[in-house]
T-cell receptor, first 117, second 112 residues
Framework: GAVVSQHPSRVICKSGTSVKIECRSLDFQATTMFWYRQFPKQSLMLMATSNEGSKATYEQGVEKDKFLINHASLTLSTLTVTSAHPEDSSFYIC?????????????FGPGTRLTVL | GQNIDQPTEMTATEGAIVQINCTYQTSGFNGLFWYQQHAGEAPTFLSYNVLDGLEEKGRFSSFLSRSKGYSYLLLKELQMKDSASYLCAAPRPHSGNTPLVFGKGTRLSVIA
């Protein structure tokens, strides 16, 4: 149980275009999902917390108008990178929160590798 | 926020034992996690410690000292496939169990 998927796994796009990444909890409902970004040889940095049916909460320094998050259902959150630029090239990982072993736990998706040319 | 510190890189020999240390901010502590991450993949859960002491799980063990704000991950009988980054993570202080704040990761290279 507690499987999280991401689509696409890899995307290459031209500078200035927008890219949508989907994060799905496959066998459980997740009221809360998290989006992380990881640059090469760096740690995962939390970008935003996505709550079903409400606006996402963004971390300091993350532009909400550039990284649009929509959490329209209990199993799907989307991250749209608008007007992507080469510096947005990164590994984007989502996680979904679920109750496991009596505590909230994060289950991670497989990640999406974004390359902006 | 949460400040997590761990060594950047380590190298160990196949069959040996290696210990990866992690220090964290103790205020509002609510558990410490260890994850394994292979290059280009998402992190996979290894262990969770909320009480002091050693938790053993096969070849991997994790230790926690809450008073010292210190944890370590112990890997025994190292195999080549254990070459990966090991991430120490803790929830933000006073925020429950999520979201997790990650350390920069320790890149472990296992050599023959």
């Amino acid at each position: 149980g507690a499987v999280v998927s991401q689509h696409p796994s890899r995307v290459i796009c031209k500078s200035g275009t927008s890219v949508k990444i989907e994060c799905r909890s496959l066998d459980f409902q997740a009221t809360t999902m998290f989006w992380y970004r990881q640059f090469p040889k760096q740690s995962l940095m939390l970008m935003a917390t996505s709550n079903e049916g409400s606006k996402a909460t963004y971390e300091q320094g993350v532009e909400k108008d550039k990284f649009l998050i929509n959490h329209a259902s209990l199993t799907l959150s989307t991250l749209t990178v608008t007007s992507a630029h080469p510096e947005d090239s990164s590994f984007y990982i989502c996680s979904a929160q679920a109750l496991a072993g009596g505590r909230d736990e994060q289950f991670f998706g497989p990640g999406t590798r974004l390359t902006v040319l | 926020g949460q400040n997590i510190d761990q060594p950047t890189e380590m190298t160990a020999t196949e069959g040996a034992i290696v210990q990866i240390n992690c220090t964290y901010q103790t205020s509002g502590f609510n558990g410490l996690f260890w994850y394994q991450q292979h290059a280009g993949e998402a992190p996979t859960f290894l262990s969770y410690n909320v009480l002091d002491g050693l938790e053993e799980k096969g070849r991997f063990s994790s230790f926690l000292s809450r008073s010292k704000g210190y944890s370590y991950l112990l890997l025994k009988e190292l195999q080549m496939k254990d070459s990966a980054s090991y991430l120490c993570a803790a929830p933000r202080p006073h925020s429950g169990n999520t979201p997790l704040v990650f350390g920069k990761g320790t890149r472990l290279s296992v050599i023959a």
